[in-house]
């Protein structure tokens, strides 16, 4: 199995989403996000699907939906267990990119987390799940404007 990832930008509340949309504008993290995993497998819910309004380019997009007809124009996966089997096939790396329901369930399965951390407080409606940072190792951090890119390894993927 390909290593799983998860990518996400949050505040330090955890706040990743308002009324379906991302709470803030920051350019720089989406163009590291494409960095990031272009050429890799995307995993997400059909809400952030949704919000994103199209496939991503350059990357395989496999989209969670008990209801395959939402999402038609996308490679929909009615399972965690289809889509991690159709991108085992595909043999990229795998990024969980949300939302919260599908970084809820991926979480436990991740070796490597990337997170922006957003400097600035806004209100959310949907929240990143906790976190116990004593699982995770630091292993980068890089400084750019209004968020800290951070990415982490699974300890216990270390040993
Ligand atoms: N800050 C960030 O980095 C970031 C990243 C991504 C998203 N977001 C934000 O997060 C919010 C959306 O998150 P969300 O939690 O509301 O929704 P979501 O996780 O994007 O999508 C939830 C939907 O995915 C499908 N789904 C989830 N688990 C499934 C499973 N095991 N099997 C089959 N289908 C499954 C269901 O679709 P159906 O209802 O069609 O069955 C469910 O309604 C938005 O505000 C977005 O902007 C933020």
Not at 21 to 41: E, V
Request: charge should be negative; proline fraction near 5%; include cysteine.
């Amino acid at each position: 199995m390909p290593h799983i990832h998860v990518i996400v930008a949050m505040t330090r509340h955890h706040v990743i989403g308002k009324s379906g949309h991302l709470p803030w504008r920051l350019p720089a993290d989406l163009h590291l996000f494409r960095q990031l995993t272009l050429g890799q497998t995307l995993i997400g819910g059909r809400r952030t699907f949704a919000e994103i309004g199209h496939p991503l380019d350059g990357r395989l997009n496999l989209v969670l939906s008990r209801d395959a007809d939402r999402v038609a124009d996308l490679s929909p996966c009615r399972t965690i267990k289809e889509a991690l089997a159709q991108a085992e096939e595909a043999g990229r790396e795998i990024f969980c990119i949300g939302g919260a329901e599908l970084y809820r369930q991926m979480l436990p399965l991740a070796t490597w987390l990337h997170i922006s951390w957003v400097e600035q407080e806004y209100d959310g409606d949907v929240y990143f799940p906790d976190l116990n940072m004593s699982d995770w190792m630091e292993t980068t951090c890089s400084q750019h404007p209004g968020f800290r890119h951070c990415t982490y390894q699974r300890r216990s993927a270390c040993d």
